[in-house]
């Protein structure tokens, strides 16, 4: 799921920023195409599992205040990061 997001940069950046230099320009049809698959490989699932899936994503989305508590937050308490 977090790979079908960076590809859906690729469409994104070439329409948002056309003047960009870049390393590498691919054919559209191929972000295009791994973004549907990536969708179709996420839906699928959850419409056949519902349950599995969501302790899946409840597992992948817990990491997001992790992040903003141990990386994203830049002036911590000294009391905490003596304790991390």
């Known amino acids: 799921m977090?790979?079908?997001?960076?590809v859906l940069c690729v469409p994104w950046l070439?329409?948002?920023q056309p003047n960009l230099?870049?390393?590498i320009k691919v054919n559209l049809a191929?972000?295009?195409?791994?973004?549907?698959?990536t969708l179709f490989v996420t839906?699928?699932?959850?419409?056949?599992?519902?349950?599995?899936?969501?302790?899946?994503c409840?597992?992948?989305?817990?990491?997001v205040p992790v992040y903003?508590?141990?990386i994203s937050?830049?002036?911590?308490?000294?009391?905490?990061?003596k304790a991390v």
């Open 58 to 63: 409840l597992m992948i989305f817990s990491a």
């Open 30 to 37: 191929f972000p295009i195409f791994y973004i549907i698959a």
């Open 73 to 81: 937050w830049k002036q911590k308490p000294k009391f905490f990061v």
């Open 2 to 6: 977090s790979i079908g997001v960076s």
């Open 43 to 56: 839906i699928v699932p959850m419409y056949v599992t519902p349950v599995e899936t969501g302790y899946g």
């Open 68 to 70: 903003f508590v141990f």
């Open 14 to 16: 070439r329409w948002a």
């Open 21 to 23: 230099p870049r390393p």
